[in-house]
T-cell receptor, first 111, second 113 residues
Framework: QKEVEQNSGPLSVPEGAIASLNCTYSDRGSQSFFWYRQYSGKSPELIMFIYSNGDKEDGRFTAQLNKASQYVSLLIRDSQPSDSATYLCAVNMDNFNKFYFGSGTKLNVKP | EPEVTQTPSHQVTQMGQEVILRCVPISNHLYFYWYRQILGQKVEFLVSFYNNEISEKSEIFDDQFSVERPDGSNFTLKIRSTKLEDSAMYFC???????????FGDGTRLSIL
């Protein structure tokens, strides 16, 4: 059974703080990893993607991948109230033509 | 910026009726997908489509479901005989390659009465 696991939260952080979101996946052969943001009632919006071990930075966002530990994370620096949303981790397992999604972590950024 | 468009935004249908959900993927993308999200639950893969045929499908995508690319721009999901449990948000997505990010449309909210 292929699984993507996320802590459902809510994760509450004060404005300006760093938010750290975590995701584990079951399939060691997974090759591509994605973070989406989903506001309530809206569609998933791509935030970051990462293919190689290590860190990848894009503005206030950093994705971190550790394939040996089957772990991918998303750091959001200088968190803003507008970052309040559910963050979805998606993994392309076995190089199949589909994504497995986690249940998402709800992030609350308090002004 | 190019985007995936879906119509209608909301579809209300009687149980047992057929419904067709429509999508226009990003024009230079080659891979197309349908996902669904039941209220409060995770996004679930239904089917992927490449080179005019289904490349992957989930156990959810049974005989009542079908997909079609009737012309060079549209990608449709048909549910033949809808059930109450088909009520969900249905998202279309497209990507340039199977390992590349998938870009999602705004979704169709399907309500079965």
């Amino acid at each position: 059974q292929k699984e993507v696991e996320q802590n459902s939260g809510p994760l509450s952080v004060p404005e300006g703080a760093i938010a750290s979101l975590n995701c584990t996946y079951s399939d060691r052969g997974s090759q591509s990893f994605f973070w989406y943001r989903q506001y309530s009632g809206k569609s998933p919006e791509l935030i970051m993607f990462i293919y190689s071990n290590g860190d990848k930075e894009d503005g206030r966002f950093t994705a971190q991948l550790n394939k040996a530990s089957q772990y991918v994370s998303l750091l959001i620096r200088d968190s803003q109230p507008s970052d309040s949303a559910t963050y979805l981790c998606a993994v392309n397992m076995d190089n199949f033509n589909k994504f497995y999604f986690g249940s998402g972590t709800k992030l609350n950024v308090k002004p | 910026e190019p985007e995936v468009t879906q119509t209608p935004s909301h579809q209300v249908t009687q149980m047992g009726q057929e419904v067709i959900l429509r999508c226009v993927p990003i024009s230079n993308h080659l891979y197309f997908y349908w996902y669904r999200q039941i209220l409060g639950q995770k996004v679930e893969f239904l089917v992927s489509f490449y080179n005019n045929e289904i490349s992957e499908k989930s156990e959810i995508f049974d005989d009542q479901f079908s997909v079609e690319r009737p012309d060079g721009s549209n990608f449709t999901l048909k549910i033949r005989s809808t059930k109450l449990e088909d009520s969900a948000m249905y998202f279309c997505a497209s990507s340039g390659d199977k390992n590349q990010p998938q870009h999602f449309g705004d979704g169709t909210r399907l309500s079965i009465l």
